[in-house]
């Protein structure tokens, strides 16, 4: 199917952190852990300069399980913003579900309550976006809000994917992003100027 590339419809390209962003750890609890995988900067950057929002969107159940604290968080995410601001690449919002999976929130992933919180908060349409994550619940998270799903092999272990596939499969984010591009009929490098999405920068959680 595929977007024909629609300046005027406002879409985003929401991605997972750990495994997909960041190196997969099960639970990164300490800024000091955190590290970029290789090539996840310029990938941002060049959907920055496509002019699609770029908004993490994470499940951080380390918090409801009293391993991590919002202040911690916070750290975390400054230090992932400052290692990609060096290559100019930005994101402009980063959505957080804090619960443990027995909460039965609506916003962890597979649970779509991040994606229509930013879809509001961005006037985004969720059916032009994409989805881009190294989980199953990722992609069911992004196949049950109509977006667009890519599999990122570069976090964790493959899992059954019980019947549901994604649209696309990639070794990493580089190689995601330019299957986007090619949806978008856009080329690395040949984007529209930065199309500055509006909306609050940060989001600690969305609630219950
Ligand atoms: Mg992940
Ligand atoms: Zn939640």
Redesign the pocket.
């Known amino acids: 199917m595929g977007n024909a590339h629609r300046p005027d419809i406002r879409r985003a390209v929401f991605l ?5 962003i960041a190196q ?1 750890r099960e639970y990164c609890c300490r800024p000091q852990d955190f590290r970029l995988l290789p090539g996840v900067g310029h990938a941002i950057r060049t959907l920055n300069h496509a002019g699609l929002a770029v908004i993490v969107m994470t499940n951080q159940s380390a918090i409801a399980r009293g391993w991590l604290t919002g202040d911690v968080l916070e750290q975390i995410h400054r230090k992932m913003r400052r290692a990609l601001s060096r290559v100019g690449a930005r994101i402009d919002a980063i959505y957080v579900c804090p619960h443990h999976p027995d909460d039965g929130c609506a916003c962890r992933k597979p649970g779509i309550a991040m994606l229509q919180q930013a879809a509001k908060d961005f006037e985004l349409s969720l059916a032009s976006s994409y989805v881009v ?3 199953m619940l ?1 992609v069911l998270s992004g196949r049950a809000a109509g977006s667009q799903t890519i599999l990122v092999r570069s ?2 272990r493959l899992e059954p994917t019980n019947g549901v596939t994604p649209d696309h499969e990639a070794q990493d984010l580089s190689e995601a992003v330019a299957w986007i591009l090619q949806q978008e009929g856009l080329q690395a490098g040949r984007g529209r100027p930065l199309a500055a999405a509006r909306g609050p920068s940060d989001h600690a959680g969305v609630q219950r």
């Open positions: 997972d952190r750990d495994g997909t997969y994550g190294d989980r990722d976090g964790h």
